[in-house]
Nanobody, 124 residues
Framework: QVQLVESGGGSVQTGGSLRVSCAAFGYFGSYFCMGWFRQAPGKERVRVALISSSTYTTADYADSVKGRFTISRDNVKNTVYLQMRSLELEDTAMYYC????????????????WGQGTQVTVSS
């Protein structure tokens, strides 16, 4: 069984920065994808950023966050980080960490393991 534990998030003003973390526990092999999705009220859950355990695969970002968000991983701690900069009102959402075995995918249905979510609120 895989467990994902998120931390970080909170409230910030536009233009500010936040970092969220996701620690993975359990057995998930050596080839997997971890990443962040977000869901705003009344909207579907969408991919924000994904990173593979493979060092040969580059990170994947939604167009809306490219250049502002950076995803990184610590393989020793089995932890993925999402550094968010220049936050905008539209970034307000519940952020979910997710993990799937194998390749990364933007399809939420292909991710079997999910964290509880952490709220990010951006205000003017």
């Amino acid at each position: 069984q895989v467990q994902l534990v998120e931390s970080g998030g909170g409230s910030v003003q536009t233009g500010g920065s936040l970092r969220v973390s996701c620690a993975a526990f359990g057995y998930f092999g050596s080839y997997f994808c971890m990443g962040w999705f977000r869901q705003a009220p009344g909207k579907e859950r969408v991919r924000v950023a994904l990173i593979s355990s493979s060092t040969y695969t580059t990170a994947d970002y939604a167009d809306s966050v490219k250049g502002r968000f950076t995803i990184s991983r610590d393989n020793v701690k089995n932890t993925v980080y999402l550094q968010m900069r220049s936050l905008e009102l539209e970034d307000t959402a519940m952020y979910y960490c997710a993990l799937r075995f194998g390749d990364c995918s933007t399809d939420t249905r292909l991710f079997r393991y999910w964290g509880q979510g952490t709220q990010v609120t951006v205000s003017s």
